[in-house]
């Protein structure tokens, strides 16, 4: 199967369907249920965005990440909750660092509206995405970064059974401009199996 994959599945973003959410490839008519979703600050404060809070930036936002697309950087779908009928925009979230040749992604740019968090949201989209990444494309590992200080998201990372493998000292720059330490996570295929069923029956919870 991976070696009739190329880059270019690699590189797309078909919808991808559970119980409770919908990923959708990014366009420009999410906007306004982006903007909608974006509802705190808190929900951008580890992000290497600022939270948009009007239609203008939030149209911005949109076109810089489908920018990142065509260039090849990133392939971004949005959350649609599908819970109780609602078909919302939840958040988005996105593969990066795309590696056909070596079968490595990393998932991230995710965030969620504070509304959905404590949602099976998340969950579920981590298991549609991992399942892409591994049943679908082949990939052989995946990876998460995040900040040394954003605690919540590592005990998220953590739970999905991804495993901590290191920190990236001055990794990145923040939006304030300081310096960023990522701690580093990552799950292979050997994982994928165990993990898949614990996700499953998480969500049946």
């Not at 992000?47 to 203008?56: A, D, E, K, N």
């Not at 040394?148 to 739970?159: D, V």
């Not at 999905?160 to 990236?168: I, K, S, W």
């Amino acid at each position: 199967m991976t070696t009739q994959l190329t880059a270019t599945d690699w590189h797309s973003a078909p919808p991808l369907t559970g119980r409770f959410v919908r990923l959708e490839p990014l366009s420009p008519a999410h906007v306004d249920g982006l903007l909608a979703a974006a509802d705190e600050d808190e929900v951008f404060r580890w992000l290497s965005v600022h939270r948009p809070t009007s239609r203008q930036e939030s149209a911005d936002l949109v076109t810089d990440i489908l920018d990142q697309w065509d260039k090849g950087q990133r392939v971004p779908w949005v959350q649609v909750d599908l819970r109780d009928g609602r078909e919302e925009v939840a958040g988005s979230t996105s593969y990066y660092e795309i590696n056909a040749a070596n079968r490595t992604v990393a998932i991230g740019h995710t965030w969620l509206g504070r509304r959905f968090w404590r949602s099976p949201l998340n969950t579920e989209a981590k298991l549609l995405l991992l399942t892409r990444a591994f049943d679908e494309l082949g990939a052989v590992r995946v990876v998460w970064h995040t900040d040394e200080f954003n605690e919540r998201s590592q005990a998220a990372i953590a739970r999905l059974g991804a495993r901590r493998e290191g920190l990236l000292r001055k990794h990145k720059l923040r939006k304030d401009g300081t310096w960023r330490n990522t701690v580093q996570f990552a799950m292979t295929d050997d994982d994928w199996p165990a993990v898949r069923i614990r996700l499953a029956n998480r969500l049946e919870k």
